[in-house]
């Protein structure tokens, strides 16, 4: 019977506890409607303030598209030997293919190669006067993703030197140099100014729940001397961080979409020029909801260290 009464009073204890949470949850959100000025100032703020580092990941995936995109930009050219005899060609071009390393391998005939270079050449009808074709056949690789980076990509070039029928390997590494070290570049600044920007978020946000901490100073010490726990004093002020962080999240994913729609419109003019059709992609939907759930968990970050803080030094006397 004893048991049967704790159980039961376990239960009521639970769903007391549960009523409270609920009734704190939803009044946190009526105080921020209490003072909607000054409420959507500080969402306005910790809105522009979220966009900014979700609008560095979009872009940072973007990015990481096109880099897949410029993956050709690793592709070796092996210039062949002249007098190259038709087995040893078909059993080097056998070779390459199986190898693990590359994932495309083309090539390119002394005819095809000469048809190329008359259609980029300026001064195509000058090459109707050579006797010969002097342009070699080229194989052309295209190496794995593991294999893209400068460093893997020159050993890799340095390997297929050494086959036999290749007179030479050539690989632009110096526009790879380039592309990484612009990529790397770029994702360290991102990655500082998100952090900057995500600890102003919890700033801003202590600094907001410490105002409205100061504003029930009285409320709060009366709450203490009828025998209120801490627990239930910081409640709503815990919650009223986590709408601040909801409210600026959702602000931000508007500001963020309607930058990436005017982005891509002036994109697509830049791009049509040199006959691209990239576009840019937004945060699906699981990226939008860890945008919000970051934002929440920041927001209550900031409440809890200014409750922390500042309920202390409150004390009735």
């Known amino acids: ?22 009734r704190h949850f939803l009044s946190s959100l009526g105080e921020l409607w209490r003072t909607p000025v000054t409420s959507l100032m500080t969402m306005l703020v910790l809105g522009f303030s979220l966009s900014l580092p979700t609008l560095l990941w979009v872009l940072a995936n973007n990015a ?6 410029w993956q050709s930009a690793a592709e070796v050219s092996l210039f062949l030997h002249e007098e190259i005899a038709d087995g040893r060609l078909k059993t080097l071009l056998t070779q390459l293919r199986g190898m693990p390393e590359l994932i495309e391998v083309t090539y390119h005939s002394p005819e095809e190669a000469m048809t190329e270079f008359r ?40 390997q297929l030197a050494q086959l036999p029928g290749v007179a030479m390997a050539r690989l632009d590494l110096d526009w790879l140099t380039r592309l990484e070290a ?6 360290s600044a991102g990655a500082a100014l998100a952090v900057l920007l995500l600890v102003a978020v919890v700033l801003i946000s202590a600094n907001t729940i410490r105002l409205s901490i100061l504003q029930r100073f ?13 627990a239930f004093i910081r409640r709503p002020f815990l919650y009223g961080g986590f709408w601040l962080g909801l409210m600026s999240a959702l602000l931000a994913l508007v500001l963020v979409n309607v930058m990436l729609v005017w982005l891509d419109g002036a994109m697509a003019q830049l791009l049509s020029l040199y006959r691209s059709q990239f576009r840019l992609d937004g945060l699906d939907v699981r990226q939008g909801a860890a945008v919000m759930a970051a934002s929440c968990a920041l927001g209550w970050c900031g409440a809890w260290i200014s409750v922390r803080r500042h309920l202390r030094a409150i004390e009735p006397q």
Do not use: C
């Open 119 to 158: 259609q980029h050449a300026q001064f195509g009808e000058a090459l109707d006067y050579l006797d010969e074709n002097p342009l070699p056949g080229v194989i052309r690789v295209l190496p794995s993703v593991r294999h893209a980076d400068p460093v893997a990509a020159a050993a890799l070039r340095d």
């Open 1 to 22: 019977m004893s048991r049967g009464r704790r159980k039961v009073s376990r239960f009521r204890r639970w769903r007391s506890g549960l009523g409270q949470h609920l």
């Open 64 to 69: 990481a598209k096109v880099e897949s995109q």
């Open 182 to 187: 612009l990529s790397a570049t770029g994702r």
């Open 218 to 230: 009285d409320e709060i010490k009366v709450m203490k001397l009828v025998g209120a726990t801490e």
